[in-house]
């Protein structure tokens, strides 16, 4: 009876993959490869203890009250010392903007840019929930394949050329360039430079997602795309969650000083402020070098964590199999053949005692029926090994 008085744009809103597994694992004797949590043991919990404490002791006025809707002044401040570890220069705190998580910086990007009808570009695949905001947004896709070395950019030119020979106009490319969930590839320093320079030629903005810029554990990390940005195209957007604690539910946005008005605008609409505490609590994180010295600790226990599976995979997958083998961040992207459908094959998975996000999640137009992407980071090493080796024997009898 509810549903004749909800809005019309309901009906676009869709619920995450992933957090609707987390629910359905939840409690239960299963394996979980499926969310993109990060490993506990990571997370600073005595130096956030101590900040809280100092912070609510010595500021109760800034840490327990309302704030202005950018963030505080302070928090800002540490974010363009933040920014420079990523190589980011050239920004003061007015180009920085607080949210609560970097889903928060996604849904008041795509609803400030894109209107229905807009032609905005994603990597195929590309993160599900960006997807799932873009989706409420109804615009028109044009999908990048990925490849190892990330987005194909010779693809993407002839899509851009195509749309300009038909008066067509790309508005936004949603890149995530280091570490690409799901893929797990990363852009090299030339693709980047190129990237911003078809940005420019073409006349379109871009939507950096760099929730794992700070978590490479092997190779080089090149630049951001906002450091290598000179015309203010790029929108970058950030998140403590994989560096500090997803607890805090805490992100933020570098962007031009324009874009952050309209950010503050919105912001003000939708829920006045991001938490102060959170935005206390990482500033002194960031002051304090709490963070500098966790990303080292973190991107051992990913590297090792990601080496297990590789290698549970190779033991235990179909020989037809293809995989990404990532150089940061949290996942693996497997790409099986035609014959698989993962979307039916997980409720046997999680039977059998193991979950994984079914692949087509990840496509804009739900494809990739034959692919899955399996989480490193929280599962323990002899979790990974068991949940792959489990879903190797179910794969392989499915095949056969």
Same mark, same amino acid.
């Given at each position: 009876?509810?549903?004749?008085?909800?809005?019309?744009?309901?009906?676009?809103?869709?619920?995450?993959?992933?957090?609707?597994?987390?629910?359905?694992?939840?409690? &239960?004797?299963?394996? @979980?490869? +499926?969310?993109?949590?990060? *490993?506990?043991?990571?997370?600073?919990?005595?130096?956030?203890?101590?900040?809280?404490?100092?912070?609510?002791?010595? &500021?109760? !006025?800034?840490?327990?009250?309302?704030?202005?809707?950018?963030?505080?002044? !302070?928090?800002?401040?540490?974010?363009?010392?933040?920014?420079?570890?990523?190589?980011?220069?050239?920004?003061?705190?007015?180009?920085? $903007?607080?949210?609560?998580?970097?889903?928060?910086?996604?849904?008041?990007?795509?609803?400030?840019?894109?209107?229905?009808?807009?032609?905005?570009?994603?990597?195929?695949?590309?993160? /599900?929930?960006?997807?799932?905001?873009?989706?409420?947004?109804?615009?028109?896709?044009?999908?990048?394949?990925?490849?190892?070395?990330?987005? *194909?950019?010779?693809?993407?030119?002839?899509?851009?050329?195509?749309?300009?020979?038909?008066?067509?106009?790309?508005?936004?490319?949603?890149?995530?360039?280091? +570490?690409?969930?799901?893929?797990?590839?990363?852009?090299?320093?030339?693709?980047?430079?190129?990237?911003?320079?078809?940005?420019?030629?073409?006349?379109?903005?871009?939507?950096?997602?760099?929730?794992?810029?700070?978590?490479?554990?092997?190779?080089?990390?090149?630049?951001?795309?906002? +450091?290598?940005?000179?015309?203010?195209?790029?929108? #970058?957007?950030?998140?403590?969650?994989?560096?500090?604690?997803?607890?805090?539910?805490?992100?933020?946005?570098?962007?031009?000083?324009?874009?952050?008005?309209?950010?503050?605008?919105?912001?003000?609409?939708?829920?006045?402020?991001?938490?102060? /505490?959170?935005?206390?609590?990482?500033?002194?994180?960031?002051?304090?070098?709490?963070?500098?010295?966790?990303?080292?600790?973190?991107?051992?226990?990913?590297?090792?964590?990601?080496?297990?599976?590789?290698?549970?995979?190779?033991? @235990?997958?179909?020989?037809?199999? &293809?995989?990404?083998?990532?150089?940061?961040?949290?996942?693996?992207?497997?790409?099986?053949?035609?014959? $698989?459908?993962?979307?039916?094959?997980?409720?046997?998975?999680?039977?059998?005692?193991?979950? #994984?996000?079914?692949?087509?999640?990840?496509?804009?137009?739900?494809?990739?029926?034959?692919?899955?992407?399996?989480?490193?980071?929280?599962?323990?090493?002899?979790?990974?090994?068991?949940?792959?080796?489990?879903?190797?024997?179910?794969? &392989?009898?499915?095949? +056969?």
């Amino acid at each position: 009876m509810f549903e004749k008085f909800l809005s019309h744009d309901v009906q676009y809103l869709r619920s995450s993959e992933i957090r609707d597994l987390l629910k359905l694992t939840e409690g &239960k004797n299963v394996i @979980s490869l +499926a969310g993109g949590l990060p *490993d506990p043991s990571t997370f600073p919990v005595e130096d956030i203890k101590r900040i809280a404490e100092d912070v609510i002791s010595s &500021k109760p !006025e800034i840490s327990l009250q309302y704030t202005p809707t950018p963030g505080i002044t !302070e928090f800002r401040e540490q974010l363009v010392k933040l920014a420079s570890l990523r190589g980011i220069s050239g920004i003061d705190p007015a180009n920085t $903007f607080a949210t609560v998580g970097s889903q928060e910086a996604l849904y008041m990007t795509f609803n400030l840019l894109v209107d229905p009808g807009d032609y905005v570009a994603v990597e195929k695949p590309t993160y /599900l929930t960006a997807l799932n905001v873009l989706r409420a947004r109804r615009p028109n896709y044009v999908g990048v394949p990925l490849t190892p070395e990330g987005p *194909d950019l010779d693809s993407f030119e002839s899509s851009l050329r195509r749309l300009k020979a038909e008066g067509k106009r790309l508005k936004l490319f949603y890149v995530i360039p280091t +570490a690409q969930n799901p893929g797990g590839t990363t852009m090299n320093l030339n693709d980047r430079k190129r990237l911003i320079e078809l940005a420019e030629e073409y006349d379109f903005l871009i939507a950096e997602d760099d929730a794992y810029g700070f978590l490479v554990f092997e190779g080089d990390s090149p630049p951001p795309l906002k +450091a290598l940005d000179r015309s203010e195209r790029v929108i #970058y957007l950030g998140t403590f969650s994989k560096i500090l604690s997803p607890g805090l539910r805490l992100g933020y946005v570098i962007a031009s000083k324009e874009f952050i008005n309209e950010l503050e605008l919105l912001k003000q609409n939708l829920d006045l402020h991001t938490p102060s /505490l959170t935005q206390m609590i990482a500033a002194e994180a960031i002051k304090r070098g709490v963070i500098e010295r966790q990303i080292p600790i973190i991107r051992k226990t990913y590297k090792e964590k990601r080496d297990v599976m590789l290698q549970a995979i190779e033991e @235990s997958f179909p020989k037809d199999a &293809k995989w990404s083998r990532p150089v940061g961040g949290m996942f693996v992207f497997v790409w099986l053949s035609e014959k $698989f459908d993962t979307v039916r094959l997980l409720e046997e998975a999680m039977r059998r005692g193991v979950a #994984y996000v079914p692949g087509s999640s990840f496509f804009y137009d739900y494809s990739g029926r034959n692919t899955m992407r399996l989480n490193f980071s929280f599962p323990s090493k002899d979790e990974l090994r068991r949940g792959v080796e489990i879903l190797g024997k179910l794969l &392989k009898e499915v095949s +056969a």
